[in-house]
């Protein structure tokens, strides 16, 4: 059966059939999804299946914010790939035009100004999101002391929450509105589907090149983390995570964790972020199976029986044009690595 590549792509009020290249990047370690998109700089419209008696420069037809809407797949049969907006037009030979997902609705939702003592990370997204079309999944609510907003906008309000929790809450576009927030490896280590997306089967060799970049993925020096904080009540704590026998400690003074269990989650996912263990790497396949980050890969191959197994999907990077399409995507942690 041949497979003829389709496209099914709108800016603003204009639709288009065919492009140069696009180039779609998505990860569960963002909020901020990225797509490309490469046109002729001179376009015929057409209105009612023929064309106009006129050209039109293409980047003259865009403006920033404009809608976009990006369909890929095979013999008419596409996927949803991207939606967000215009973010600018670079006028060249081959116009290209950036384009970025909900994360801009965040990076305009401005001007937010309050300390807070006590919040949460569900609160201070719902404060980030007010106002826009985005909504909020936070299976896990997780306490946050003293924040300081001064004339903050959405994005920023994500990136405090990521750093006062040292860079272990994901927080990412589970789909193009929806903002998801929580713990990643800790639900992975326990074998729980957090984000339910479903799972993709891969087969190198049979729906994926076998050139792939996988490898064992084995930490040289397992670490202990150590996490101090001082309590609401004034009080200090200090938590590690479970890995005892690590001749390698980090400690981390943690100045926004007003709880000693939160604490200890924390550092239970900041060891498993150094020290999981299994497979990592990339798997170049096709646009289909289609894959989206924060689905589950299971990868079977014959000839290395040990990297069976279902893995997290932790980013995919979409390439589509004239010269093919491949989806090239970044496997995680194995389901129920810890045991």
Known sequence: MLFELTSNITIGSFQFSGVHEVRIRRS???????????????????????????????GLQFN???????????????????????????????????????????????????????????KLLALAVQ?????????????????LLQHANGAQICDYIKEASDHVLTIFFISPKVLWCGLTYNAYA??????????????????????????VRIPSEPVQIIMKGKLANGTFVSTASKNKAAANRVKTLMNHVPDSNTLGLFAQEKEYQHNYTGFE????????????????????????????????????????GVRGARRVVTIGPQVGFAS
């Open 131 to 147: 106002d826009t079309d985005i909504t909020v999944q936070c299976p896990v609510d997780f306490p946050i002391a003293n924040i």
């Open 190 to 215: 326990a074998k729980n589907d957090i984000f339910a997306l479903g799972t993709v089967n891969y087969r190198p060799g049979f729906n994926c090149i076998k050139d792939n970049s996988l490898k």
């Open 281 to 320: 790497g990339k798997i170049n396949g096709f646009l289909q199976p289609y894959a989206t980050p924060g689905m589950k890969a299971y990868i079977t191959d014959s000839r290395y029986p040990a990297l069976t197994g279902t893995y997290l999907i932790e980013e995919t990077d979409v390439t589509f």
């Open 28 to 58: 569960i370690h963002s909020y901020i999804e990225q797509a490309t998109i490469q046109l002729p700089s001179i376009a015929w419209i057409m209105k009612n299946g023929s064309a106009a008696a006129q050209t039109v420069t293409t």
């Open 64 to 122: 920033e914010g404009d809608a976009v809407h990006i369909n890929l797949g095979y013999n008419g049969d596409v996927n949803s790939e991207f939606t967000g907006f215009v973010k600018r037009v670079d006028m060249n030979m081959t116009l290209t035009v950036e384009c970025e997902g909900f994360g801009r609705q965040l990076r305009l939702n401005c001007d937010f100004n309050e300390h807070y003592t006590n919040t949460s990370a569900a």
